[in-house]
Protein backbone atom coordinates (compact mmCIF):
# COMPACT_ATOMS: atom_id res chain seq x y z
CA UNK A 1 0.00 0.00 0.00
CA UNK A 2 1.14 3.64 -0.77
CA UNK A 3 2.18 5.86 1.86
CA UNK A 4 0.58 8.78 -0.65
CA UNK A 5 -3.16 7.83 0.79
CA UNK A 6 -1.66 8.29 4.49
CA UNK A 7 -0.39 12.08 3.22
CA UNK A 8 -3.71 12.65 1.70
CA UNK A 9 -5.56 11.96 4.57
CA UNK A 10 -2.99 14.17 6.28
CA UNK A 11 -4.29 16.91 4.22
CA UNK A 12 -7.94 16.28 4.39
CA UNK A 13 -7.32 16.97 8.59
CA UNK A 14 -5.70 19.77 7.75
CA UNK A 15 -8.03 20.99 5.75
CA UNK A 16 -11.32 20.38 8.08
CA UNK A 17 -9.01 22.02 11.13
CA UNK A 18 -8.44 24.86 9.11
CA UNK A 19 -11.91 25.69 8.38
CA UNK A 20 -13.35 24.97 11.26
CA UNK A 21 -10.22 27.56 12.71
CA UNK A 22 -11.64 30.29 9.96
CA UNK A 23 -15.20 29.26 11.51
CA UNK A 24 -13.99 30.18 15.02
CA UNK A 25 -12.74 33.36 13.82
CA UNK A 26 -15.78 34.48 12.07
CA UNK A 27 -18.27 33.54 15.10
CA UNK A 28 -15.79 36.15 17.09
CA UNK A 29 -14.79 38.51 15.01
CA UNK A 30 -18.20 38.45 11.98
CA UNK A 31 -21.20 37.64 14.61
CA UNK A 32 -19.09 39.10 18.04
CA UNK A 33 -19.11 36.27 20.24
CA UNK A 34 -16.65 36.58 22.86
CA UNK A 35 -14.89 32.99 23.36
CA UNK A 36 -14.22 31.80 27.07
CA UNK A 37 -10.99 30.57 28.13
CA UNK A 38 -12.08 27.12 27.54
CA UNK A 39 -12.90 27.89 23.74
CA UNK A 40 -9.41 29.67 23.59
CA UNK A 41 -7.81 26.58 24.86
CA UNK A 42 -10.00 24.33 22.33
CA UNK A 43 -8.63 27.11 19.61
CA UNK A 44 -5.32 26.40 20.56
CA UNK A 45 -5.41 22.42 20.32
CA UNK A 46 -6.94 23.05 16.72
CA UNK A 47 -3.98 25.40 15.25
CA UNK A 48 -1.58 22.75 16.75
CA UNK A 49 -3.96 20.27 14.87
CA UNK A 50 -4.13 21.74 11.88
CA UNK A 51 -0.43 22.93 11.73
CA UNK A 52 1.26 19.54 12.29
CA UNK A 53 -1.40 18.14 9.51
CA UNK A 54 0.02 20.43 7.53
CA UNK A 55 3.23 20.03 8.02
CA UNK A 56 2.68 16.17 7.55
CA UNK A 57 0.83 16.43 4.41
CA UNK A 58 4.22 18.23 3.00
CA UNK A 59 6.94 16.63 4.80
CA UNK A 60 6.74 13.67 2.82
CA UNK A 61 8.24 10.90 5.77
CA UNK A 62 8.61 7.68 5.74
CA UNK A 63 6.62 5.50 8.21
CA UNK A 64 8.18 6.49 11.51
CA UNK A 65 7.57 10.08 10.80
CA UNK A 66 3.79 9.29 9.65
CA UNK A 67 3.80 7.80 13.18
CA UNK A 68 5.39 10.42 14.89
CA UNK A 69 2.66 12.87 13.24
CA UNK A 70 0.24 11.19 13.92
CA UNK A 71 0.53 10.43 17.52
CA UNK A 72 1.28 14.30 17.58
CA UNK A 73 -2.28 15.37 15.67
CA UNK A 74 -4.14 12.29 17.77
CA UNK A 75 -2.84 14.00 21.10
CA UNK A 76 -4.15 17.56 20.00
CA UNK A 77 -7.47 16.09 18.97
CA UNK A 78 -8.02 14.19 22.21
CA UNK A 79 -6.60 18.06 24.53
CA UNK A 80 -8.86 19.34 21.99
CA UNK A 81 -11.88 16.67 23.11
CA UNK A 82 -11.12 16.45 26.98
CA UNK A 83 -11.54 20.31 26.78
CA UNK A 84 -14.65 20.67 24.74
CA UNK A 85 -16.19 18.00 26.69
CA UNK A 86 -15.56 19.71 29.54
CA UNK A 87 -16.81 22.84 28.63
CA UNK A 88 -20.17 20.44 27.82
CA UNK A 89 -20.21 19.25 31.33
CA UNK A 90 -19.74 22.63 32.57
CA UNK A 91 -22.88 23.64 30.51
CA UNK A 92 -25.13 21.15 31.46
CA UNK A 93 -23.92 22.11 35.12
CA UNK A 94 -27.01 23.06 37.56
CA UNK A 95 -26.25 27.02 37.24
CA UNK A 96 -25.30 27.56 41.46
CA UNK A 97 -22.35 24.92 40.82
CA UNK A 98 -20.19 26.95 38.61
CA UNK A 99 -18.02 29.75 40.56
CA UNK A 100 -19.14 33.51 39.60
CA UNK A 101 -15.53 34.86 40.60
CA UNK A 102 -12.86 34.43 38.27
CA UNK A 103 -9.83 36.28 38.12
CA UNK A 104 -8.45 37.81 35.13
CA UNK A 105 -5.92 36.48 32.91
CA UNK A 106 -3.74 39.04 34.27
CA UNK A 107 -3.77 37.96 37.29
CA UNK A 108 -3.06 33.95 36.97
CA UNK A 109 0.01 34.87 34.49
CA UNK A 110 1.27 36.87 37.49
CA UNK A 111 0.25 35.12 40.49
CA UNK A 112 -0.19 31.42 40.25
CA UNK A 113 1.98 28.28 38.31
CA UNK A 114 1.02 27.17 35.34
CA UNK A 115 -0.63 23.91 37.19
CA UNK A 116 -3.11 26.61 39.18
CA UNK A 117 -3.88 28.48 36.44
CA UNK A 118 -4.65 25.25 33.98
CA UNK A 119 -6.42 24.24 37.46
CA UNK A 120 -8.79 27.51 37.31
CA UNK A 121 -9.56 27.42 33.21
CA UNK A 122 -10.98 24.04 33.72
CA UNK A 123 -13.03 24.51 36.84
CA UNK A 124 -14.68 27.08 34.67
CA UNK A 125 -16.31 30.21 35.38
CA UNK A 126 -20.34 31.51 33.85
CA UNK A 127 -18.38 32.93 30.64
CA UNK A 128 -17.86 28.92 29.90
CA UNK A 129 -21.32 28.19 30.79
CA UNK A 130 -23.51 30.90 28.88
CA UNK A 131 -24.69 29.31 25.82
CA UNK A 132 -24.65 32.12 23.28
CA UNK A 133 -24.89 30.70 19.65
CA UNK A 134 -26.16 27.08 18.63
CA UNK A 135 -26.85 25.46 15.68
CA UNK A 136 -29.31 22.40 14.92
CA UNK A 137 -29.82 22.43 19.01
CA UNK A 138 -26.14 21.80 19.66
CA UNK A 139 -23.47 24.58 21.13
CA UNK A 140 -20.01 25.78 20.19
CA UNK A 141 -18.51 23.15 22.55
CA UNK A 142 -20.54 20.06 21.00
CA UNK A 143 -20.13 20.98 18.05
CA UNK A 144 -16.10 21.38 18.81
CA UNK A 145 -16.56 17.84 20.67
CA UNK A 146 -17.74 16.68 17.79
CA UNK A 147 -15.46 17.67 15.61
CA UNK A 148 -12.17 16.30 18.08
CA UNK A 149 -13.89 13.20 18.34
CA UNK A 150 -14.06 12.84 14.49
CA UNK A 151 -10.46 14.14 13.92
CA UNK A 152 -9.50 10.79 16.96
CA UNK A 153 -11.25 8.48 14.47
CA UNK A 154 -9.54 9.63 11.32
CA UNK A 155 -6.20 9.45 12.82
CA UNK A 156 -7.03 5.76 14.05
CA UNK A 157 -7.98 4.90 10.54
CA UNK A 158 -4.89 6.57 9.79
CA UNK A 159 -2.95 4.00 12.10
CA UNK A 160 -4.96 1.17 11.49
CA UNK A 161 -3.88 2.05 7.67
CA UNK A 162 -0.23 2.39 8.55
CA UNK A 163 0.00 -0.57 10.76
CA UNK A 164 -1.43 -2.96 8.57
CA UNK A 165 0.18 -1.99 5.29
CA UNK A 166 3.64 -3.07 7.17
CA UNK A 167 4.88 -6.44 5.41
CA UNK A 168 4.94 -9.51 8.31
CA UNK A 169 8.62 -10.47 8.82
CA UNK A 170 8.77 -13.98 9.79
CA UNK A 171 11.45 -15.33 11.91
CA UNK A 172 13.25 -18.12 10.41
CA UNK A 173 15.07 -20.71 12.15
Known amino acids: MSLAPLRSLFFLAFM ?3 LTL ?3 FYLEYGALLQPCFLCQ ?26 CLYGLASMTCALLG ?26 YMIENLSFWQAAQSV ?7 VEIKWTLFELSLPEWSLLFFVA ?16 PLRLARP
Open 16 to 18: AGA
Open 22 to 24: GAS
Open 41 to 66: VQRLFLAAFALINLIAAFHNPGRSGL
Open 81 to 106: AITAGRQVLLQNMPSGQVSECWPSLQ
Open 122 to 128: FNGTVDC
Open 151 to 166: MLILGAMQFSRLLLSR
